[in-house]
């Protein structure tokens, strides 16, 4: 199972940037999935995350500005990212709960993608 993350990269303040997370290999689906970001210096932060009804959740301070989604048939996920600012600076990965055959639903990440916004 690989997860490959792309989509990130340098824009300015304001600007917006659509990170998607890609999962290949012999899997059944994708379930839940969430996407994280740190910061230098900062601890791993919980971003937004969408659960196996579709339900989503946000931290606060992207509300309103970040929008998670995936398409199960295209096993990739997304995280939609608006009004960006210069605090969103980080390093984003994805995290995704995968079925596979004859093992138990387990959570993988993904590599990482750098997200950079100048003010």
């Known amino acids: 199972v690989q997860l490959v993350e792309s989509g990130g990269g340098l824009v300015q303040a304001g600007g917006s940037l659509r990170l998607s997370c890609e999962v290949s290999?012999?899997?059944?689906?994708?379930?839940?999935m969430e996407w994280y970001r740190q910061a230098p210096g900062k601890q791993r932060e919980l971003v937004a995350s969408?659960?196996?009804?579709?339900?989503?959740d946000y931290v606060d301070s992207v509300k309103g500005r970040f929008s998670i989604s995936r398409d199960i048939a295209k096993r990739t996920g997304y995280l939609q990212m608006n009004s960006l600012k210069s605090e969103d600076t980080a390093v984003y990965y994805c995290?995704?709960?995968?079925?596979?055959?004859?093992?138990?639903?387990?959570?993988?990440w993904g590599q990482g993608t750098q997200v950079t916004v100048s003010s």
């Open positions: 995290n995704v709960v995968i079925w596979r055959v004859g093992v138990p639903p387990d959570a993988y």
């Open positions: 290999g012999r899997i059944l689906t994708i379930h839940a």
């Open positions: 969408v659960n196996n009804n579709g339900i989503t």
